[in-house]
């Protein structure tokens, strides 16, 4: 759980929110290189507390919240051409709602595994299995 925020935390600062602004400012722009896989082990996650990673990553979203709020007749087809392809600003606000929506789920699966573990001697089947989509 604590690499899932820690890892939405980098995100939010340094992808989706980065990402739109320059696309939305200057669509020729090229993105900063990212390289969220490795951040896990450069950066440290698992050895921060969650209670401070929860809360940086609240007050970048705050900071996100209150830049989008501060937007006025933002252009969402601007394009820049990403790893994928070309994105519009659009393309990237719905992608970063559902890379929200990824972790929400792989963090409600974490949960129930843990139930699972700490209920011990205890069994959670009567529940259901879990399945992924």
């Given at each position: ?29 090229p ?9 896990v ?80 001697p ?12």
């Amino acid at each position: 759980m604590l690499e899932v925020i820690n890892h939405l935390y980098d995100e939010e600062r340094e992808d989706f929110r980065q990402r739109i602004e320059i696309v939305l400012a200057d669509p020729n722009r090229p993105w900063p290189r990212i390289d969220p896989r490795t951040w896990v082990n450069t950066r440290g996650y698992n050895d921060r507390e969650l209670d401070t990673s929860l809360k940086n990553f609240l007050a970048e979203r705050d900071k996100s919240l209150d830049w989008f709020e501060q937007l006025s007749s933002p252009n969402w087809q601007n394009s820049n051409k990403g790893p994928n392809g070309l994105l519009t600003a659009g393309d990237l606000l719905a992608s970063w709602l559902a890379h929200d929506f990824l972790h929400i789920r792989q963090l409600a699966r974490l949960h129930w595994q843990y139930v699972g573990t700490i209920a011990d001697p205890y069994q959670t089947t009567y529940a259901g299995p879990w399945k992924e989509s």
